[in-house]
């Protein structure tokens, strides 16, 4: 399971020019897979990212704004975005400054897809 969640985030990365770090996590915070420079804490990443998903799950509900799918962070340093990947985990793109969100959305939708299909399949372990 792992080497085919790792190709996904590879092949994404081919995709999308300006994508620095990927990985998924289970909803918890508990990291899946990451694949990320050194100077990224993934486990770290992954918490902060489950805590931001809660909460933007929450606001979306709270506002009729149906189901939650994706959110982006802006910094002077780059993007980060959430893709929610069914209910029971998340996916995080870190990217740089040229990073082009449009594009990356319309390639995360695809592969947001096949992880879900990944994480569901009979051999992926259940958390």
Do not use: C, W
Not at 37 to 52: E, F, K, M, N, Q
């Amino acid at each position: 399971m792992d080497k085919a969640l790792v190709a996904e985030l590879h092949t994404l990365r081919e995709q999308v020019s300006g994508i620095t770090d990927t990985l998924v996590s289970a909803v918890d915070g508990l990291l899946i897979v990451a694949d990320t420079d050194d100077t990224i804490d993934p486990d770290g990443l992954s918490a902060l990212a489950a805590a931001g998903l809660g909460l933007a799950q929450r606001t979306t509900e709270a506002t009729g704004r149906g189901t939650f799918r994706q959110s982006v962070v802006y910094g002077s340093g780059g993007y980060m975005a959430v893709y929610a990947v069914g209910d029971m985990a998340l996916m995080v793109v870190l990217g740089d400054e040229g990073l082009n969100i449009g594009r990356l959305h319309k390639e995360s939708q695809p592969a947001v897809e096949r992880i879900s299909s990944i994480l569901s399949s009979p051999r992926a372990p259940r958390r």
